[in-house]
């Protein structure tokens, strides 16, 4: 694969109403952002996706666009963005948006026309009409937020289609008016001056046009809809036209949200003439529940099973094409909390272990807000206290399913998107200095210890630790470019691999464990390029070498001792 621009950047997701409220209402927004682009530039990084801004009703947190052209005012206005494409542009930094085309939300003007007119509506066609039958709806799949997939149009008889929420109608791509109207759309935005798009939810755009009903897998009489709507037949037609009509026209990065695509497939999503830049895989993210929608089926899981998942998807992700690496996200818990067990949490090595860990993996490194200094989930006592639509369906799911509220709420701890979603830690002063007003979404209460003031001020913090490993990856390219070889594979508790690159050799050693362990170097004289604990040497001859508990160390191969390969 030829070099690309956007192999070597370094990606920071950020959720815009969690992280900083430049106008006290509670709410994060644009101007907040822009505000604090010197925190960005100082970190490192090269560039912002923003989940999304557009107008919604926020039923799903702005994923439920009513108005794809204007902005949610709540976030701010077009003159806004503008300026903070403008500012981030001088400080090296690029701007790339959410898009969001699976579905929109129920108050799209589309939407409501046919609401108000579900006979005779222009856009009857733009969503996924259905009758019932006899009474029932058309067919028993279970939506990705709960209930049926199917919710009735008015009093026709009819139903309309939703893959997520029922404020969430699909969009009927079947139809080429749906199609011009969003590649209209997606060119507006492009000629705007973003880098590009982090493609929502793409997998389900193709739906299984039988409508068959399947065998319940659930209490509820329903089954997971993802068998006939993700990943379906003829979803090359769509996504290839798509990336034909936007995408191919410009030098932009598309990063798909692609769950779903086995992996002979990953060719035709990100090969040479792919449909994206890159994808996510997210088989590795969901290792701790039997299935990303499933959350009360846990699954007990360890180092080995992880290292199995991150290998395979990096040996196919090599390949064919390029991945975007992640540890965290605004749909995921807190990393530290899912890795990392409760009783060895040493929260600065393993914080900075499991980042190091990801990071210097193959393809475009993403680091999600907050997960630079560590955040943790957070701990709420009542479903009352919930925000995610997706926390309480998976509570009174586990509940149907036989689990008692405890229980339940013990899953939703553990894995609701809202541990993601707190505030973002400035400072320890009120509200942890995102806002001064009562945020939007009950704050995490310690960033009164875990924030960005004292990391800046503490001689060794996971947030200075990323500022160094960003500058590192910055001047390796073997890091950014290097093929990735899994190293020790058969070992309990150490993950480790190699990158080499023309003449360059990295090895990588990452102690998932409260124990030192031993690590055997092949032979040659090396120098560390990262690690977080203290080194006395800066070079290394030896042929092993203790690992300190929850110990990340990069070796660079001294050239001399590099065989040149092929
Ligand atoms: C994606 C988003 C998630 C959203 C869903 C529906 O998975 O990451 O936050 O709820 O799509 O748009
Ligand atoms: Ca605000």
């Known amino acids: 694969m030829d070099k690309k621009w956007w192999q070597k950047e370094v990606i920071y997701q950020i ?13 994060g927004d644009i101007r907040g952002i822009t505000e604090k682009l010197d925190y960005l530039e100082t970190l490192g990084i090269t560039m912002v996706w923003i989940c999304p801004i557009y107008q919604s009703p926020m039923a799903d947190n702005g994923y439920d666009i009513s108005d794809y052209y204007q902005l949610n005012p709540e976030f701010g206005q077009m003159a806004d963005l503008e300026e903070l494409i403008e500012k981030a542009k001088g400080k090296g930094i690029k701007i790339v948006l959410d ?16 609401l108000a007119n579900p006979a005779s509506s222009k856009y009857r066609d733009f969503y996924v009409l259905k009758p019932g039958k006899e009474g029932k709806p058309p067919t028993n799949w279970r939506s990705v937020f709960g209930g049926s997939v199917w919710e009735p149009l008015q009093d026709t008889g009819e139903y309309y289609f939703h893959s997520f929420g029922v404020k969430q109608p699909d969009l009927n791509w079947e139809n080429s008016e749906v199609r011009e109207e969003l590649y209209k759309m997606i060119n507006y935005w492009l000629e705007k001056g973003i880098a590009g798009f982090r ?3 793409i997998t389900f755009i193709k739906k299984d046009q039988t409508f068959e009903d399947l065998p319940a897998d659930g209490v509820d009489g329903l089954v997971k809809c993802t068998k006939k709507t993700r990943n379906q037949p003829g979803i090359e037609t769509f996504l290839h036209e798509l990336n034909e009509r936007t995408f191919s026209k410009y030098d ?8 779903g695509v086995p992996y002979d497939q990953f060719g035709d999503y990100v090969g040479e003439n792919g449909y994206f830049s890159m994808i996510f895989d997210f088989k590795y993210a969901d290792l701790d529940v039997a299935s990303g929608s499933e959350w009360f089926k846990r699954v007990d899981w360890d180092v080995l099973d992880l290292k199995k998942l991150l290998f395979t998807s990096q040996k196919e992700l090599q390949k064919n ?16 909390s899912k890795y990392i067990k409760e009783e060895e949490n040493r929260h600065y090595y393993s914080g900075t272990m499991l980042g190091a860990m990801f990071f210097n993996l193959r393809g475009t490194p993403f680091i999600y807000q907050g997960q630079e200094l560590g955040m943790t989930n957070d701990k709420r006592e009542s479903i009352d206290e919930f925000d995610d639509i997706s926390s309480i369906d998976q509570y009174y799911r586990s509940i149907n399913e036989g689990f008692s509220e405890e229980e339940a709420l013990h899953f939703i701890n553990l894995r609701s998107r809202d541990n993601s979603r707190t505030p973002f830690h400035w400072n320890a002063g009120e509200n942890g200095g995102f806002s001064n007003v009562k945020p ?8 009164k210890t875990i924030n960005v003031q004292q990391q800046e001020l503490e001689p060794h913090s996971i947030l200075k630790f990323y500022k160094e490993m960003i500058k590192v990856r910055q ?18 508790t150490i993950i480790a691999y190699k990158r080499r690159y023309n003449k360059e050799e990295a090895v990588c050693y990452f102690n998932f464990s409260n124990e030192s362990q031993a690590i055997e170097l092949e032979n040659g004289s090396y120098r560390v390029l990262l690690t977080n604990y203290k080194v006395k040497d800066q070079s290394i001859d030896a042929a092993s070498f203790m690992l300190r508990p929850y110990q990340a160390l990069i070796l660079q191969k001294k050239e001399e001792s590099c065989h040149e390969q092929i």
């Open 99 to 114: 898009l969001v085309i699976n579905h929109t939300s129920d108050e799209h003007p589309w939407f409501k026309d046919l």
């Open 475 to 492: 001047t390796s390219e073997c890091l950014i470019y290097g093929v990735i070889e899994p190293l020790m594979e058969s070992h309990p």
């Open 321 to 336: 094409g390029w991945g975007a690496n992640f540890l965290e996200n605004h749909d995921q818990n807190r990393s530290i």
């Open 199 to 201: 493609v929502d939810a």
């Open 252 to 259: 932009c990065v598309t990063i798909g949200e692609a769950p």
């Open 15 to 27: 959720y815009p109403k969690s992280f900083y409220d430049s106008n006290n209402d509670g709410i």
């Open 440 to 447: 939007w979404l009950g704050m995490n209460e310690n960033y």
